[in-house]
């Protein structure tokens, strides 16, 4: 292999006989005229987008805080499509409450 090969040789090498340009712009560039003071762009505000749909998972869990106690069912809802993750933000919610924690189920809403 040569290494001493000339831009025009690889481009030859990779491309082949094609003729290759760069993209040339011909925006023509607005000068500053003196005395006039240049405006800031404000920052325009972002409007939230109101989501038709909204991907939902339904967590059923018991708790409880006696340890084979009475427990209860409660439903948290997750707005995620991962199982997973919405498993352990429901488990994470309720364990700020109850002791226990038992995912019972999870289904798309």
């Not at 805080?65 to 429901?90: K, M, P, W, Y």
């Amino acid at each position: 292999m040569n290494k001493e090969w000339t831009e025009e040789e690889m481009r030859h090498a990779l491309f082949g006989n094609a003729e290759i340009s760069a993209p040339v712009s011909n925006a023509s560039v607005k000068e500053i005229q003196p005395g006039v003071a240049a405006v800031p762009v404000s920052r325009v505000a972002k409007n939230k987008v109101s989501r038709t749909f909204t991907s939902r998972l339904v967590v059923t869990l018991r708790v409880s805080n006696e340890f084979e106690g009475r427990t209860f069912e409660i439903v948290h809802e997750a707005d995620t499509l991962s199982t997973l993750l919405a498993e352990q933000e429901a488990t994470k919610a309720a364990r700020k409450k109850f002791r226990y924690v038992e995912v019972v189920s999870v289904k798309p809403m």
